[in-house]
């Protein structure tokens, strides 16, 4: 029940930030976004899934020919990137559908590719998303994520985030997640990490699924 009700809440506000998240947001968040565009594959006819893919911002930066499906829970945000894929000619197959990330309606091993910016501290359940990402991407195939991830203890900055997260969870995202431990934990391999946008407080996290069955 708890997380229904945090699913819809984040439905609902997602939906209103949607005509203007990128005047608010699209400084602060594109760059790191187009920058982890240069990280996924060139190789065309590829089966990429967006999680998140809010406003659809990112649907230009894919590579020709590839086949997208971009999920988001807000239907004003599908709204505006059905519109931003109206007038894209780059021979991209984009399929825009409204759906939970945590309850993924696609088959294991289907996608070749995962990305999902600025999700992971959205949701209520960060876990089952990621176990869900992984589900669904093939053995060995990419995984990036756009995120903030709380800093390591010790640093002056983790506890500043601490203070914050009470703070920023109304307004839709959270500040203390461990991003890289929680990718981890459900079993994802990460390969690098990236610093980007303002300040280097996000990074870019590139993982894989490895061939072993993926923990429950």
């Avoid at 819809?8 to 760059?31: A, C, I, Q, V």
């Avoid at 997260?165 to 431990?181: E, R, W």
Wanted: glycine fraction near 8%; proline fraction near 6%; hydrophobic fraction near 35%.
């Amino acid at each position: 029940m708890q997380y229904q009700i945090c699913s819809r809440y984040m439905e609902r506000l997602y939906s209103f930030y949607s005509p203007f998240y990128d005047f608010f947001f699209g400084k602060l968040l594109e760059p790191g976004r187009r920058k982890a565009f240069r990280y996924l594959s060139r190789r065309p006819g590829q089966k990429i899934l967006e999680i998140g893919i809010g406003t659809g911002s990112s649907l230009e930066l894919y590579p020709p020919y590839s086949r997208v499906v971009g999920i988001d829970i807000a239907p004003g945000m599908i709204e505006q990137a059905q519109k931003r894929a109206q007038g894209l000619n780059n021979a991209t197959e984009i399929k825009l559908m409204v759906m939970d990330a945590a309850q993924l309606e696609f088959p294991d091993n289907h996608f070749d590719a995962v990305v999902a910016s600025y999700v992971i501290t959205t949701v209520p359940d960060p876990h089952q998303v990621c176990r869900e990402i992984i589900r669904v991407t093939r053995p060995g195939g990419q995984i990036i994520a756009v995120n903030h991830t709380r800093s390591e203890n010790g640093w002056y900055l983790g506890r500043v985030e601490d203070i914050l997260a009470p703070l920023c969870v109304p307004i839709g995202f959270t500040t203390d997640l461990d991003v890289l431990k929680v990718m981890r934990e459900t079993g994802i391999h990460i390969q690098s990490t990236v610093k980007c946008n303002l300040l280097n407080l996000h990074r870019i996290i590139m993982g894989t699924k490895n061939n072993h069955r993926h923990p429950n």
